[in-house]
């Protein structure tokens, strides 16, 4: 299974991104998770959003088609996921309802340093899939709280508990996944 793996953070060290690294490492041994990077893509402008597309949309846009399943993980800023994410999701969303975001089943994880882990943003974004006709995986959940005590210097969760929630996400994320695609 091909996983495309999308950060909601630019920072090089985002928790985020390395939650999505983690989920790499907790998911089974025939999952393939691969970042996508969104740095890249341009301010959505309806007026470039043509046939031909800016070059990291359209990268963005294939690497979607070609996955079997996106897992998302978004930070929380101001109670929602960042511009970043948004921007990237609109770029990915059109032609309404019928774009290549429409029934890709995505996962929704996140990270904080309070103590609700990012869940706020995480209902922000399911509002957004809805919007996008874009199944998610309900449950289990999985928000990371106080993300900055949660990995050690090479990016690995240091606790062994949520390590195991992690991996149970995964294989919950990963069997679904796999009704969706019946
Ligand atoms: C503009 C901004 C707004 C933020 N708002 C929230 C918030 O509403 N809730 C929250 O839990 N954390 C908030 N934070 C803290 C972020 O969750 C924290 O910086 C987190 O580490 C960002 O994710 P990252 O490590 O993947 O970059 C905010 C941070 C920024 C920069």
Redesign the pocket.
């Known amino acids: 299974m091909k996983i495309l793996a999308i950060s909601g953070?630019l920072?090089k060290n985002?928790?985020?991104?390395q939650l999505l690294n983690a989920a790499a490492v907790a998911a089974d041994e025939d999952t393939l998770v691969t970042l996508f990077e969104l740095a890249d893509i341009p301010l959505y402008n309806q007026d470039l959003d043509g046939e031909i597309k800016p070059a990291p949309v359209q990268a963005f846009i294939d690497a979607i088609r070609e996955a079997d399943a996106l897992l998302i993980a978004t930070?929380?800023?101001?109670?929602s996921v960042p511009g970043v994410l948004k921007n990237a999701l609109d770029w990915a969303s059109r032609p309404a309802f019928n774009s290549v975001l429409k029934g890709k089943p995505t996962g929704i994880i996140s990270?904080?340093?309070?103590a609700?882990g990012?869940a706020r943003a995480q209902i922000h974004l399911r509002d957004i899939l809805v919007a996008t006709l874009t199944p998610f995986y309900l449950v289990p959940d999985f928000a990371l709280a106080a993300?900055h005590n949660a990995f050690d210097e090479h990016g690995s969760l240091v606790d062994a508990g949520t390590r195991s929630r992690l991996e149970n996400y995964m294989a919950g994320f990963a069997a679904w996944v796999m009704t969706q695609h019946t």
Do not use: A, D, I, Q
């Open positions: 953070s920072r985002s928790f985020n991104t930070p929380e800023y101001n109670y990270s904080s340093m309070s609700l990012g993300s």
